[in-house]
């Protein structure tokens, strides 16, 4: 019964900040890891930044420095602040959960993120 559903993509400048929330129902199920990936055009899906329920953050290096995954456990929901876009930003970010129940992965539907030059 786990569900993510995303929010906060949409179309900024580059230089621009946007941020994405994602809501995980199934408050009484064990979530161990929530995070986001990407997908642009033509490339294959890559990890933006994880954070398990401990708190430990792993970010892929071209969004260090600029991006910030943060979690609220009591009500399982994650974010991703996201300052200084840039074009290559641009992708389908997806909200990803780690449960307890299978099938233990779990993607939201995906939100748009389209930074313009």
């Known amino acids: 019964q786990v569900q993510l559903v995303e929010s906060g993509g949409g179309l900024v400048q580059a230089g621009g900040s946007l941020r994405l929330s994602c809501a995980a129902s199934?408050?009484?199920?064990?979530?161990?890891?929530m995070g986001w990936y990407r997908q642009a055009p033509g490339k294959q899906r890559e990890l933006v930044a994880t954070i398990t329920n401990s708190g430990r953050i792993n970010y892929t290096d071209s969004v260090k420095g600029r991006f910030t995954i943060s979690r609220d456990n009591a009500e399982n929901m994650v974010y991703l602040q996201m300052n200084s876009l840039k074009p290559e930003d641009t992708a389908v970010y997806y909200c990803?959960?780690?449960?307890?129940?299978?099938?233990?992965?779990?993607w939201g539907q995906g939100t748009q993120v389209t930074v313009s030059s």
């Open positions: 990803y959960a780690l449960a307890s129940i299978r099938p233990y992965n779990y």
């Open positions: 199934g408050r009484f199920f064990s979530i161990n890891v």
